[in-house]
């Protein structure tokens, strides 16, 4: 069975267990890599550094409030970079601000989804994701 790589760039410890923990009560067999910021994001989907040996991701959850480079200048940067721009990125976030709606998917979003605080809610959410975009939808063959 193919196992699909989901690069979850977020900065919240507890949102990080929870959807990892989601993730893990799904069907679909799926590896979930982390990082903690938009920078460390960026080196992982650039291959360099620690990452040089790592594939890329066939699905990126990314937070918009994040340290050292946000949400918005990773999202800016992935739908800008011809070898990356074919990722789908789905924005899991807490803002339900219309501007970082608007202004998210002006960067070619492929999906702008809030996160919610209600537990059972979260699980919903995220194996909606999960069941979606690593079961249903077709994605671009890995690099």
């Known amino acids: 069975m193919d196992v699909k790589t989901i690069l979850l760039v977020e900065d919240n410890r ?8 989601a993730l893990k009560s799904t069907a679909a ?3 979930v890599v982390v990082t903690r910021d938009g920078m460390e994001a960026m080196s992982y989907l650039h291959q360099e550094g620690e990452y040089t040996n790592v594939s890329l991701p066939d699905l990126v959850l990314l937070d918009l409030n994040l340290p050292k480079k946000d949400g918005r200048e990773v999202l800016a940067e992935i739908k800008a ?3 990356l721009k074919h990722l789908p990125v789905v ?3 807490t803002s339900l601000n219309e501007e970082d709606i608007a202004n998210s998917y002006d960067l070619h979003v492929n999906c702008y989804i809030a996160k919610s605080r209600n ?3 979260l699980f919903k959410i ?3 994701i999960e069941a979606f975009w690593l079961e249903t939808a ?3 063959v890995k690099s």
């Open 81 to 83: 970079d011809p070898n």
């Open 91 to 93: 924005v899991l976030t």
């Open 138 to 140: 077709t994605l671009p």
């Open 14 to 21: 507890g949102d990080i267990r929870l959807i990892q923990e």
């Open 29 to 31: 067999h799926c590896e």
């Open 119 to 121: 537990l059972p809610q």
């Open 126 to 128: 995220v194996r909606g």
